[in-house]
């Protein structure tokens, strides 16, 4: 594997979160501090999905959920439906993320520092997460050092 990081404008795309459990509402979480706009699909939703602004629809997962989707996070506890799932979103060219099986994954959530329009994003090629977590926890604590180092460097350089 090896992903490219990038960022990708979501303002105005269709994104997907299959599933309704922990895993779910993980993803949901982090996604929610990029907007305000996705659908979760689920038969049923863990407590906490309802404090989101996300669309809720409680069903069965079906192929069609995913037209006109960019994204797609997989986060069912299911590994055949996630499997499914993510067969699906080829077909569709759908770029997909099933949770927890980075081999099936087209692009992985690294660990994410956000301040306003600074984001900060560590990721290692999903083997990891939890050195890239550590990281970006340092970063978190060290960020005003780094900004006015930073802040000192461009000045130097104008």
């Known amino acids: 594997m090896n992903f490219l990081p990038i960022s990708i404008n979501i303002e105005g795309k269709k994104i997907l979160i299959i599933g309704g459990g922990r895993v779910g509402l993980h993803k949901a979480t982090i996604l929610h501090r990029f907007t305000n706009e996705a659908t979760v699909i689920s038969p049923q939703f863990k407590d906490g999905f309802e404090a989101l ?12 959920d995913l037209d006109g989707a960019l994204l797609v996070y997989v986060c069912t506890e299911n590994s055949e439906l ?7 979103a080829e ?5 997909a993320s099933v949770c927890d099986n980075p081999p099936l994954c087209d692009f992985t959530s690294p660990a994410i520092y956000k301040d306003g329009d600074l984001t900060i994003a560590v990721a290692s090629n999903a083997k990891d997460v939890h050195l890239s977590m550590r990281i970006r926890d340092a970063i978190k ?4 050092y780094i900004m006015d180092k930073a802040t000192s460097f461009v000045t130097v350089y104008k």
């Open 91 to 95: 077909q569709r060219h759908v770029l």
């Open 141 to 144: 604590s060290n960020i005003q």
């Open 82 to 88: 996630n499997q499914q799932i993510k067969r699906d």
């Open 53 to 64: 602004p996300f669309k809720l629809i409680q069903k069965e997962y079906e192929p069609s």
